[in-house]
């Protein structure tokens, strides 16, 4: 049980999660991944017999591994609290991040120019006639060309309208995906119905649209250095928030 073989003939261990713990054992493997439906290991050999034998150790390091994402469960309770710091934390995680992804793109580019300059070049070479009004050549050396630069500033005055409107309102479900995104990386399991998780969700959504101005004023030419981000670490639970 728990050993197939796949296309090329390699025998392999495999063993299914339980429901629940798949992003337990995620985390106890420590793979970046944030669910393991799978445990899977190669046996190293295409003879039944062998993997087999070599199959029984293996499966038994993928209970350990399923046992400690049960008792990884069990730690870690559903919390109705935050401490200040910890909402800081993660309120400032975010803001760094998101001003780390545009120094890297006004860095290394977009990664959409070798693509639209292969198109272009495609079409003309087949002699087909069209329009752009940018510039069709050589991909720049450094940085970002004047389509992306476009592109990138219809983004951010659509993505900051919406965020200063969501803001207004108080609207957090405007950075939800970011919430969850923030509280596996500090391993807090947080009720989404308590005043902590508002809270958190307020405290973020700020530093969402301070990001995104910032970002327009690096659109001018203004200097805005990158905050170095904070270390993910969960503080001890606290009853103020």
């Not at 994402?69 to 400032?92: C, D, G, H, P, T």
């Not at 951010?156 to 939800?176: H, K, M, N, P, W």
């Not at 969700?201 to 004023?217: F, M, P, Q, S, T």
Request: hydrophobic letters at 40%; proline letters at 4%; one cysteine or more.
């Amino acid at each position: 049980m728990g050993v197939i073989r796949d296309r090329h003939g390699t025998y392999y261990a495999r063993k299914k999660v339980p429901n629940g713990l798949e992003e337990g054992v995620a985390r106890v493997l420590g793979n970046g991944k944030q669910r393991q439906p799978w445990l899977k290991r190669s046996l190293g050999t295409k003879i039944a017999q062998e993997a087999n034998i070599r199959a029984k150790p293996v499966l038994m390091d993928f209970d350990r591994i399923i046992e400690s994402a049960r008792q990884l469960a069990k730690e870690q309770s559903i919390r109705n609290s935050l401490s200040r710091v910890e909402i800081a934390r993660m309120a400032e995680l975010h803001y760094a991040a998101l001003l780390a992804d545009d120094d890297e793109q006004r860095r290394d580019g977009t990664g959409s120019e070798p693509v639209f300059q292969s198109v272009a070049r495609q079409l003309t070479e087949a002699g087909i006639d069209f329009e752009t009004p940018f510039h069709i050549g050589k991909v720049p050396e450094f940085g970002l060309s004047e389509r992306e630069v476009y592109k990138r500033t219809e983004d951010l005055a659509y993505a900051l309208t919406s965020a200063e409107a969501a803001l207004a309102r108080g609207d957090i479900a405007f950075v939800v995906e970011d919430l969850e995104g923030l509280l596996s990386d500090f391993q807090i399991h947080l009720d989404r119905k308590s005043t902590a998780f508002r809270q958190l969700g307020y405290a973020v959504l700020k530093a969402h649209v301070r990001a995104l101005r910032a970002i327009e004023r690096r659109n001018s030419g203004e200097p805005i250095d990158t905050p170095n981000a904070p270390t993910i670490t969960a503080a001890a639970p606290s009853s103020g928030c």
